[in-house]
């Protein structure tokens, strides 16, 4: 079987890109009269997929386009190629980060009530500072605070497409005591909850399974410049050993 001839020519430029890229922009990178159609990229990508099978690194689709990156079981010898050691965030701002993927839109007010303790200012800071979060519009009550959703960053991050990506309530640990803090409703039988009725703790569900992935494939974006920042980082957390 004959390989494509885009095949190569992608696998170039998502190597050097070093960051996702859409089937739009790789078709921009050619000559107008020379631009392939995006079946034709489509297809490439295809093969380049297959053609990654066995290796070290993968090609994986997420909110902003597509990658080579290194696969999660080598991230941590990879990840030893630098010294400093990606940042542990605290618990706190994983579960508000995972109240407002799950909820969103949702206010800061909203996610205090659910968790029963304040935000800090520095949490909030450090979640906008990452481009994980925006502002998304105002609850049309008094005070008109703040609705608050997540970007396509936080979805390229965590390694997702989309929001469907993230895991469903079936799918978390302390399934129970999560439901009892939502009041969430339990999902009937033969159907899963959809991921905007469901609250993942993305700590243990998602930023586990793609931390070490993110810290060999692009140490620069885990801010590790982030020492001191008691509230968005746990500091009496071990360094991984590999967001």
Known sequence: MSQNPLTPVIEAVLLAAGRPVSVEQLGELFEENQRPPAEEIAAALAELAVSCEGRGVELREVASGWRVQVR??????????????????????????????????????????????????????????????????????PGRPELLGTTREFLDYFGLKSLDDLPTLAELRDLDDIKVQLELPAPTEGSEPAAEEALADVAEEVASSTADQAAAMAPTTLEASMGGDDGGKDSSAPAPASA
């Not at 909203?110 to 994980?132: A, P, Q």
């Open 72 to 141: 999660p079981a080598y991230a941590d010898v990879v990840s030893r190629l630098w010294q400093e050691r990606p940042s542990r965030y605290s618990r706190a701002l994983l579960e508000t980060l995972a109240l407002i993927a799950y909820r969103q839109p949702i206010t800061r007010g909203e996610i205090e009530d659910i968790r029963g303790v304040s935000i800090s200012t520095t949490i909030m800071r450090t979640m906008h500072e990452r481009n994980w979060i925006r502002v998304v519009g105002h609850r049309e009550v």
